[in-house]
Structure formats: C-alpha cells, structure tokens
C-alpha cells in the first residue's frame, strides 16, 4: 500500500516529513500517490512510508502506466536566509565586477537578483507529475538530488529550457536532464563543468551536467558529462533500438570570453554519449563529443560566434533522423535543424532527410586543427527546407517540436517574450500581438514545408492571469505587474487519434514582471487538431495542468511502455 502524500510546496509552513528528509509543506487538496525515488544504478525505487492514509497501488507495481502523460518540474525551496541583501556576493566566489543581492531567498523577489547577476539561477528538486491524458493527477515521482545515497540531480529554477522530457527510441524509458548538485545552490547553471573550465567565466564553481533515464518501474540511472560548460544541457534522447544504446543530448555552452576553451566549442550543441550502468560516484566524464555541427556560413552569411549556432533547445527523432531546434540567443538561425548521416541532404545548408538516412552512430569527425577558428567542422546539420534561415528572427521562436506523420509537423513556438505591458488595455501587448506564437503546424507539400496555420486559441497571449500566493500589483525592481501571462508553447508531445485528428500536449511560457521570467507558475495546455485540415480551425487550448506560486513546469511526455509507433 503507497501512502498518500502532498508534494513539496514552498510557501506553506505545514506539511509532512518524509523519512530522513526536510519538511514538505502541503500542496494540493487533491488526492495523490507519491514515490519517493531514492535509487542506485541498479536498485529499484523505494517508496515513502509516511502519511495518515493508504492508497492503492496503480499498474506496473503502482508506477508508471502505459499511456499516461509525464510532466517534469521543479518547487523552489523558499530559503530567506539563502541571500542577504546588500552582502551576498553574486556570482559566488566572484572577484572583479560583481554585484551584491538585492533580494533575499524568498520567492518570488529572490530571482529580482537576476537583474544584477545574468547568471542568476538557485538549484531546486525535480518532480514528474504522472497524469491521465485528460489531467488527473495518478502519482508524483520526486527525483533524488546529489546529496542522496546512489546520487541524483537538480535543476536550476528558473531556467526555462530545462527538464525536456522525451521518450526512448524503443519507447522503453524516458530520459531528461540536469545538474549533479544539491537544492540551494547558487548559479550552477552557468558554472563550468568540472573537465572543461573556462577562466573567463564569472562564475568559478564546477558541476557536472547529467542525463537521467527512467524506465516504466521508476529506475533511475544516470550519465554524468562535460558538455555545456558555462550553460544547460537541456534535452536527451535515448536511442535503445535495434542493438543501439546511444544518448543524444541538446543545450547550450559558454559564459565567458573568446577566444573560448576548445571544451567549450565541443561542448555545445548537439552531443552524442554512451549510456553509463555506474554510480555517479565512480563515473569519470571524458571530453564533449559533437554529433552534429552548423554554420550560418552554410548559408552565405557571415561567421558568428563560435559555437552559438548550435544554441540548441527542443529535439526529436522521427524516422531515425535526429532534429533539433533553435529559438533563441544572439547569434545564428532560429529554425529546425536535422543532422544529416548521409552527407548528401543539403549541400548549401537547407535540405529534406535522404531516404534510408541512419541515425548516428558515433561522434562527427571534426577537424581540431580548425576548431578556433571555425568551430566543430566540417558541418554536418541542415535547415530543414521551408522553415527560416535569417538571421536573429524578431518572429521564430521554436522550442518543442512532434511529428504527427511523415507530412505533418507540430511546432511549439515560445513567443518573442516581450513584457511591454498597457496598464490601459491590462494585458502584455508584445504577447497579444503574436500571430506566430503558441502551436504551429507545418505541412510537407511539392517537396518543402510550408506553415498552414499557428493554433492559440485559448492560450490567452498576453493576458495577465491570477496565481494565488503570487504578490499582487507590481513588482518595484520591474514596475510591471508580478501576474504572469501565456507568451506562447515550450515542450509539446502528441498522439494520433482513430479519428483522425491529433491531439497536442503543451508546456505554456510566459511573460510577466518578475526579475526572470523564467520563474513564473505556468500550465500544460491540449488542444485536437484535424490532420487533414489546412485551415486556421475553431480550436481552443484546454488547461490540463497549473502550477502554482513557487512551482514551474517544464517536460511532457509519455510514459516508458507507451507504443507511439514511430
């Protein structure tokens, strides 16, 4: 019997202790199963035994069902004390041009320090929330930390592009990522890693970055890496079929200045690592290894920053070709991007997937002597064709991406995340006036992808909605209102319907006055769209999911054991 339990929640004092743990304050009203994982590598999950009443348990042994939905997410801890105003040195351990907290620990006027700090972020705990497709709640998941026997991970509230959740090529597991760390740890998100440091860096502090994979029982193992010093990994994918057993990973490097350590341009991007069977402990991470490389100057431009074009956020595998997304960032194209295996795709940068294209087996073979200067070459990525090639887009702003059929794409679009806000009209205006943002829906015809429609129906696009325990008015550091508003979609996941329709399953972004953005509660949305239409439909997003105040999510998915039938 799996006693009920409410997850953590920051900003009520009550709550209930877990075994050998921190008091969890009380959350929802609504009944719920949690499984408190506290693994090794081989161990299976061990489940909480506190809580006055007793439930029972679900399929597969009260984990994960087949055909559910997973929602990845992170509760900030709410320490006041973690930062004194005016003493705390930010970013830790700096020495030249730093500044000092303007705010103290507590939520949500802690990341208020993002606006004197840029590399601002504060590790928090990762939940899965595992819902039925139409939101109800079956169980949470509370994934272990650093500090735990058999070792863990965090995130870092309030960094937006974290926590992807995608399932397995073989549909068997579900794989994410974040930081081999402890809660209430400052700026890990832009510390190095431990094999790859960069002087320039601000931040001084060394953590590894990790790929956690989880299978239908609740196991958890993990691959610790070197990749993406100075930032996030921020995607995995783990290919587990026909005798492979690879990671694909996506994120971002660097937080210093050029010339960048060559770990750094390595680590960027898109990379490709073995799966590791050992305890956190005993892994030793070797360098990065690229799977994929791409230049604006594929495209005639002229060179960016070294390894910023692969600023990559969203991927997917869809008919063994690996896609990635980039919608942000100073430099490169914001688009959709395919690594090509063949070498044929897209000689000029812009191209389809050849038919029978494998995916990789084994890192690019890049030439070091070039690195500096040109970064992981010779490329090996493409634009899939139809979608944008210029530079620094005010308008596409990809994030999650999920292929309904070989001719119909979904795209999440992120939004421009502009916060100008009329205090005549109430609403971010910016947000309002997107016609881009929310779900995309893109159509293969005469050999290229052409946008048929963007669905936001429903979404709300910038218009301030009520979070209770949020402060109300405005933020003084801002002087814009701390009630956050949809800007647009993050992470989308999808199934075909016997009807043929499809239905669609969103993390929302948003916009708001906070001093980051990145830590406004927010919500996973649905929608069903006809396949076959090519219309602009009369369609709404439905909410499945809120966060609440101190709460963000961030990954949906299905659950390990689901067939998808990709």
């Not at 020495?95 to 303007?102: D, Q």
């Not at 400052?186 to 190095?192: A, G, L, P, T």
């Not at 997304?325 to 997937?353: E, H, I, Q, R």
Request: one cysteine or more.
């Amino acid at each position: 019997m799996i006693p009920k339990l409410a997850r953590p929640w920051a900003a009520r004092p009550q709550g209930v202790r877990p075994q050998g743990g921190p008091p969890w304050p009380a959350r929802r009203l609504r009944p719920r199963v949690l499984l408190l994982l506290a693994l090794t590598v081989t161990a299976g999950p061990v489940l909480a035994a506190t809580g006055a009443r007793a439930a029972s348990g679900h399929g597969h042994g009260g984990f994960l069902e087949p055909g559910n939905l997973l929602v990845s997410g992170s509760v900030y801890q709410n320490d006041p004390g973690l930062l004194q105003p005016g003493v705390t040195v930010l970013p830790p351990g700096c020495t030249s041009g730093c500044a000092t907290a303007t705010s103290d620990g507590s939520y949500p006027g802690v990341f208020n320090n993002d606006l004197v700090d840029a590399s601002f972020g504060v590790t928090s705990p990762v939940f899965l929330d595992q819902l039925a497709p139409s939101g109800r709640l079956v169980s949470t998941l509370r994934v272990p930390d650093a500090g735990q026997p058999g070792g863990g991970l965090v995130t870092s509230f309030s960094s937006k592009s974290e926590l992807a959740l995608n399932l397995s090529t073989s549909d068997r597991s579900v794989t994410f990522m974040g930081y081999v760390a402890k809660p209430d740890m400052i700026d890990v998100s832009n510390s190095n890693t431990p094999g790859v440091v960069d002087p320039t860096n601000p931040v001084s502090s060394t953590y590894y970055r990790v790929a956690a994979t989880l299978d239908a029982r609740g196991r958890l193992t993990y691959t610790e890496t070197n990749a993406y010093s100075g930032n996030n990994g921020r995607a995995a994918i783990l290919n587990d079929s026909h005798g492979a057993d690879v990671l694909y990973t996506a994120g971002n490097a660097g937080n210093g200045s050029n010339p960048q350590p060559d770990g750094v341009i390595l680590g960027a991007g898109a990379q490709i690592m073995t799966p590791s069977r050992q305890p956190e402990t005993a892994q030793q991470p070797g360098q990065p290894a690229p799977v994929g490389s791409f230049s604006v100057t594929q495209l005639g431009d002229a060179a960016d920053k070294v390894g910023k074009d692969t600023n990559f956020r969203g991927m997917t595998i869809f008919d063994h070709v690996l896609y990635y997304t980039k919608g942000s960032g100073g430099n490169g194209v914001n688009t959709v991007y395919f690594v090509d295996t063949t070498g044929k795709a897209c000689p000029s940068g812009v191209g389809l997937p050849q038919p029978g294209a494998a995916l990789p087996a084994s890192p690019i073979a890049y030439d070091p002597s070039v690195l500096q200067a040109k970064g992981v070459y010779p490329d090996n990525m493409c634009i899939l064709k139809g979608f944008p090639t210029a530079l620094k887009s005010a308008t596409s702003f990809p994030f999650g991406l999920w292929f309904a059929n070989s001719r119909t794409l979904y795209v999440a679009d992120e939004g421009n995340g502009g916060n100008t806000y009329s205090a005549a009209t109430g609403t971010y205006t910016a947000a309002a006036a997107q016609t881009t943002a929310g779900l995309q829906k893109w159509v293969l015809s005469n050999g290229t992808w052409t946008l048929a429609y963007t669905l936001s129906g429903g979404l709300g696009l910038g218009a301030p909605y009520t979070v209770p325990g949020l402060p109300s008015g405005d933020n003084a550091a801002t002087g814009l209102p701390w009630a956050p508003a949809t800007d647009g979609l993050r992470n989308i996941t999808g199934r075909v319907n016997r009807d043929g329709t499809a239905t669609i399953w969103g993390v929302t972004s948003t916009v708001s006055g906070n001093g980051d953005q990145g830590a406004d509660p927010d919500k996973v949305v649905a929608i069903t769209d006809g396949l076959r239409t090519q219309t602009l439909p009369a369609e709404s997003f439905r909410t499945v999911q809120s966060a609440r105040s101190g709460e963000v999510l961030r990954g949906v998915s299905f659950t390990p054991g689901t067939f998808t039938g990709r």
